[in-house]
């Protein structure tokens, strides 16, 4: 089975590809009118069964539910949530241990924490 991890932010959106058990995280793309049909090439192009989204607590948990409902809406398949808590902690710790350029940091952040998501999910 193949899966989908989202990590939701207001202006990036992370994303992680689970291909055979093999996690690998993908470009993060900006959060704008395009977001839902990036998610459905990825959906298509991965052959993608399920997908999991990162749900934190407070303000941007619920702006994650409003996300999730639109989301449905275009997707046809089961999403579930993942308690999101420090994915971004544990996200920085593999960007520091692979010693990865500082200016890719912003770029590369969001879609580590929505690998650390998938790896919560199929470990």
């Known amino acids: 089975m193949n899966y989908l991890g989202i990590d939701f932010g207001t202006k990036r959106v992370g994303l992680a590809i689970s291909v055979r058990g093999v996690i690998s995280p993908l470009s993060s793309i900006k959060n704008d009118h395009n977001i839902f049909s990036f998610i459905q090439d ?25 996300f999730i409902d639109r989301l449905h809406s275009v997707i046809k398949l089961p999403i579930e949530t993942v308690e999101e808590a420090v ?11 692979n010693r990865r350029k500082k200016r890719d940091y912003s770029k590369d952040i969001d879609s580590l924490a929505a690998a650390v998501i998938l790896r919560r999910v199929i470990s």
Do not use: H, M, R
């Open 42 to 66: 990825y959906v298509d192009q991965y052959q993608i069964d399920s997908i999991y989204i990162g749900l934190s607590q407070g303000k941007i948990g619920k702006l994650t539910l409003k």
């Open 87 to 97: 994915s971004t902690i544990e996200a920085n710790s593999v960007f520091v241990d």
